[in-house]
């Protein structure tokens, strides 16, 4: 994922909402490289959805970074949300 473009993001976010939702974004990318411990998947998913709690938007900015980034939030959340804890996750 050596491609750089703008992460799906709203203006209404503090600075440090945005920061928050960039690390996730860049952990979910991440696991199409390297194995990453699900904590750090779902501690981030977490953070992710206290930021954006409802489904609907949650979909609509998975559907524009998926797109960008060539990856499947949501399947790696739920591969995360399945493995054992401590487990890392690669996808």
Do not use: H
Not at 30 to 51: P, Q, W
């Amino acid at each position: 994922m050596e491609e750089e473009f703008p992460m799906p993001m709203s203006m209404d976010w503090t600075k440090e909402e945005i920061i928050d939702v960039m690390q996730f974004f860049q952990v979910i990318e991440t696991t199409y490289e390297k194995a990453v411990i699900r904590e750090d998947i779902l501690s981030r998913y977490g953070r992710f959805k206290e930021i954006v709690p409802s489904k609907k938007e949650e979909k609509q900015y998975f559907r524009q970074f998926d797109e960008k980034a060539e990856v499947s939030c949501w399947k790696t959340v739920q591969k995360a949300k399945n493995a054992q804890p401590g487990e890392k996750i690669k996808m």
